[in-house]
């Protein structure tokens, strides 16, 4: 009897068979190949798309997190504040350093740089300064900007993550969080002028020297300040009795949040 496999119609016909289920299995892998690529691609859009609005979130988070202490209680910022500094001490560090050598005053150091060019940086000088925060604003988590405060004149402390000698996570937990408004701080680094042309400190080596406890006196709202508005017969008043480090306060002219009333229906 004739084997069938023995048929050169039927060996070919097997032959054929096998080369076409090769083909259907060489087009299915390639189609599956594009499916898995064009999936990849369509995850990585998706975690592109989510990860912008994330870090828009946590900028916003950080700004904010400057904003709330001059929102907060005062009876609870002070419970705040004691709570940090005894977590600070039970790791061993002291939230009130001994000593800070100064190189100059604020008011020499203005005198002695106010000439800069804009955007200007002596990177090779070094100077060592101290002062009373007044003021804080955050841009980014690597870049925040202070108020520095001495013998009645101010600079700007511009700290940058790109010059401070912190490290990774530290440098934003440290100005979001442990730096204050009214705290009295050391700073080490170089003169220079920032691109809108105002004479800064960016310091490399940054020190709470004593830390300010209780909510500093907010004066009465004025136009932009985000608080009530006052009206435009108080405005220029308001705007004249900016108190500074130094100078004598006007009782009636400040306020804790938590205290302010308003005066007249203007202010309202």
Known sequence: MENP???????????????????AD???????????????ER???????????????????????????????????????????????????NPYPHKFSVSMPITEFIEKYRNLSIG??????????????????ASSSKLFFYDLYGDGMK??????????????????????GVVKRGDIIGVVGFPGKSRKGELSIFPKLFTVLAPCLHMLPR????????EAPLSKKNEKEATDSVWTP???????????????????????
């Open 5 to 23: 496999l023995d048929s050169p119609q039927q060996g070919q016909a097997s032959m054929d068979s096998c080369a076409s289920e090769s083909s």
């Open 26 to 40: 060489s087009t299915l892998s390639k189609n599956a190949i594009k499916r898995e690529k064009k999936a990849k």
């Open 43 to 93: 995850q990585l859009l998706r975690e592109k798309k989510e990860q912008v609005p994330a870090e828009t979130a946590s900028r916003v988070e950080r700004q904010q997190a400057v904003v709330d202490d001059g929102n907060m209680d005062p009876a609870q910022y002070l419970k705040n504040r004691l709570r940090s500094l005894a977590s600070a001490k039970a790791s061993g560090l």
């Open 120 to 137: 200007e940086h002596l990177e090779s000088t070094e100077i060592s300064l101290a002062g009373r925060i007044m003021n804080k604003r």
């Open 155 to 176: 600079i700007q402390v511009m700290a940058d993550a790109r010059h401070s000698n912190m490290e990774g996570s530290e440098f934003p937990r440290f100005h979001s």
């Open 219 to 226: 004066r009465k709202a004025v136009a932009g300040s985000g």
């Open 246 to 268: 130094g100078k004598s306060r006007n009782p009636e002219t400040y306020s804790l949040r938590d205290q302010w009333k308003p005066d007249t229906a203007n202010d309202i």
